[in-house]
């Protein structure tokens, strides 16, 4: 080996042994003598490895997860049981200016070590012994809209209108270009000099004028009428304006000023083009992850928005593990189509009667769950057909919602969708039930299409568990193989004008099995109940011991329904019947 021009500057290094010695990092791009990476391989290298530690980072969550004791106020006692436990609150207490800083901040707890918790973090503390950790990470920034409708986009969200404007046809208009004399006819002679550039998104492209002289006037036409006028100033060569062609056949800019003949510049007609849609799309081509860890919530939406322009159709959604999303929302959709959010097999009914530590229900289903706890995971936008009502037919099959213990979230929440359908669903917290944390916010599983809908909503094979309120029933609900599990409402029917019809109705370790917050006419051919049983329950999950079977308070209910009730701890014997009010719902024994 020699070594020659050395300088403050530059070293260079001859290499003529076959392998250089090992105190000399040198780069070779084939890999064949070097000792080192350059920085391709190196980028390679780390790509594979970047990959595992997420891998690896999504075991411990899950770990940290399995172990979870419940969620933790500031002022709770300080808990005894070792474990994971989620701070019920967040804040920005004590956040330095310097975004460099090192010092902590967020709500203090007391009762864990004085740990913190900061808003727009994901927190995680962890009790061993009388030692507290905290893990935590950042929560996606919340995505910025773009007004271009892109279905290979899988990155950008876009908002409703553009949504709305693709549909109804105002789709990339293809601006025909001509130049020349204007003289009625559309007989173009070439003008030179002036350059335009278009910028076109949904319905509002623009055009830009270079290489104007001073004190031209530009005059403005839409369909041969005069519009109005500019003037170009001393000093400047360029013009831009915003060309709206929504409902114009033709749009024309015309030049006059220092010559005497007016001159066409710019003549444009939009051309209406629908591309060809598939009917039935994947989430993954949206560049959904379903890895537990990225945000997919961009992926569904753009999914779903792909899905409206074609006029309604299915969205796949594989079964790769987690999907982390924010909310999928319908945007507005003006006329009656299909929208279907499909898994690939029937999603697991895992529930039961009786605690356990040792079930692990976040390892069943296609599994969609959310970052925020304040969001419902499927959702629709209010109005665009007629009234409160979105123009969807909703239909969710063969998937597992899972929301967290304790959720200030809704699972499904079609209130101001015009139908609904799900069947093979699954709408849940991440605990398994008879161990879930009484849920204090205002939480529902399901809500069905408000009053006056399009008068379509059917339930079907339908287990929920863990919320408020388990599934919030409006008029027009057909439900058969309906379970809802530890909740403080299993259905809770509100005001309607039509009635409701059940078939079979299971009801186990519920507060309340019914209740009526509304007028309603209602029959349930067949509900079967459990009741927690006294050595079923601790401290922390007695709020799933039965209050009502049926609780009508006011008596605003109206129709009937067959039962069968049993204890849980008591093998077959059947239990009383808790009823109520209820002065107009004939209740009878099977």
Known sequence: MGVNNINAQQVTINVSDPIPPDNIATVDKDSKIGNTYNKTQFDTKWTQKSGEIDVKLNEIQQILETDFQGVLSPTDPSPTEDGSYKPEKSSSDDKPLDPNSAADWGKIYPNAGNLRAKDGYDTLFYKKGSVWKRSESKKPDAPSVTDEFDPNNSTDPISAEVVNNYFFGIISPTLIWSDGTYDGTGNAIPYPGVRRTPKLTIDKPSIKLEGLSKFTVLKFFKDGSYVTQATIDAGTTSYETPVNLTYINQYAIVITGVESTEKVIFQGEPIIKKPSFKKRVNVLDFGAKGDGVTNDTNAFNNAIAYLVAANGGILE?????????????????????????????HA?????????????????????????????????????????????????????????????????????????????????????????????????????????????????NVLVTGFNRGIWVHEHTVGDTVIVCSCKHGLYFGASYQASWFNRYASYRNQNGITIAGAHRFKIQQMNIEHAGPSQVDATTSWQLTQYDVNDPSNLGKGSLEYSVVVGDSGFNQADWKKNGGTNIVTTPI
């Not at 999928?328 to 929208?339: E, G, R």
């Not at 209010?382 to 037919?393: A, L, P």
């Open 348 to 460: 697991p009914f895992f529930f039961g009667t009786v605690p356990s530590t040792s079930i692990n229900i976040s390892q069943y289903g296609t599994r969609i769950k959310p970052y925020n706890n304040n969001l419902a995971v499927i959702s629709s936008v209010s109005g665009g057909f007629y009234s409160i009502f979105n123009g969807v037919k909703l239909c969710v099959s063969n998937l597992k919602i899972q929301c967290m213990d304790n959720p200030n979230s809704n699972g499904i929440n079609a209130y101001n969708c015009a139908q609904l359908y799900i069947k093979n669903v699954v709408v849940t917290t991440n605990v398994y039930n008879p161990n879930a944390s009484e849920p204090i916010a205002d939480s529902n599983g399901i809500v069905t299409p408000a009053n006056n809908n399009a008068a379509y909503t059917k339930l079907e």
């Open 317 to 345: 959604v594989p079964d790769t593990g987690n999907y982390y999303l924010a909310n999928i929302v319908i945007p507005t959709i003006s006329t009656l189509m299909t929208i279907e959010i499909q898994g690939e097999y």
